[in-house]
């Protein structure tokens, strides 16, 4: 199975820009769909934005439309999530996961990187 680890979170002041990256080991990375996902506190996990196998198609939250941007390089085995013009309202642990190439669900995470923005 592929392992994941996130890094790049911090703390920053609102309007701030950050770039996460997900580095994938243990399997072919393009072999997986690749999202990022965000829980803030007392709230349930949510989607960010995922990738397709090669990078070519994209989708993103409502939420984060116009300010964050995922991308992939597969011969990194990295995905990134470059986040701009952070709110408040980002303030999460933002997740990685990986959809093996016809599996319906992300069954593989990451550990999480707390992004904190403050007013």
């Known amino acids: 199975q592929v392992q994941l680890a996130e890094s790049g979170g911090g703390l920053v002041q609102a309007g701030d820009s950050l770039r996460l990256s997900c580095a994938a080991s243990?399997?072919?990375?393009?072999?997986?769909?690749m999202a990022w996902y965000r829980q803030a506190p007392g709230k349930e996990r949510e989607f960010v934005a995922s990738?397709?196998?090669?990078?070519?198609?994209?989708s993103v939250a409502g939420s984060v439309k116009g300010r964050f941007t995922i991308s992939r390089d597969n011969t990194k085995n990295t995905v990134y999530l470059q986040m701009n013009s952070l709110k408040p309202e980002d303030t999460a642990v933002y997740y990685c996961?990986?959809?093996?190439?016809?599996?319906?669900?992300?069954?593989?995470w990451g550990q999480g990187t707390q992004v904190t923005v403050s007013s």
């Open positions: 996961a990986a959809a093996l190439r016809y599996s319906d669900s992300f069954d593989y």
């Open positions: 990738i397709s196998l090669a990078g070519f198609t994209t």
């Open positions: 243990g399997r072919t990375f393009s072999n997986y769909r």
